[in-house]
């Protein structure tokens, strides 16, 4: 069995994680922080704005059941990757559209993906930058809406590949 990680920046990481988890292959999702310059952040810090942290899951999944690929489509199909400042309702840069990318094999389908997406006429807000060190969120965002029984009010999925 191949493990390897995602990490994906599509707005609140609430619904994100929600909709990871339904994946098949997909065997855990953990909501985070990405790409900031103070160490361990909190979540007050990242929605103050100013960290530079984006709202991330962790996908932990089983190559051998889904591929890379597969996640990174339904990453696109979740959410608004036009959307430059936020996600829905949820506007700040920590809720910009982004793919850290673990390799240059990620790096390379999230690229070709993001090719296919323009050539159907979207703009692409999501941007693409490389993996760097990944902080779990506190306690209480984790399976939040598991959790809390409600359902997301800014992620949902539809079909454009």
């Not at 889904?66 to 990174?72: D, F, I, K, P, R």
Request: aromatic letters at 16%; proline letters at 2%.
């Amino acid at each position: 069995m191949g493990l390897s990680k995602a990490y994906f920046a599509a707005g609140c990481f609430w619904g994100v994680e929600f909709l990871f988890q339904k994946q098949i292959g997909v065997l855990e999702v953990v909501s985070g922080y990405m790409g900031g310059d103070i160490e361990n952040p909190t979540y007050e810090i990242v929605c103050s704005g100013f960290s530079g942290h984006l709202e991330v899951v962790e996908v932990i999944f089983d190559e051998s059941i889904v591929s890379y690929e597969t996640l990174a489509k339904l990453f696109f199909e979740i959410h608004d990757f036009t959307q430059t400042n936020g996600q829905g309702p949820d506007i700040g840069t920590q809720y910009l559209s982004a793919i850290f990318y673990c390799d240059e094999n990620q790096k390379n389908i999230a690229e070709e993906l993001i090719e296919q997406l323009k050539k159907k006429a979207y703009k692409v807000a999501t941007t693409l930058r490389p993996k760097v060190k990944f902080c779990k969120a506190e306690s209480y965002h984790q399976n939040y809406y598991n959790k809390s029984g409600k359902t997301p009010y800014c992620h949902s999925y539809r079909k454009v590949f």
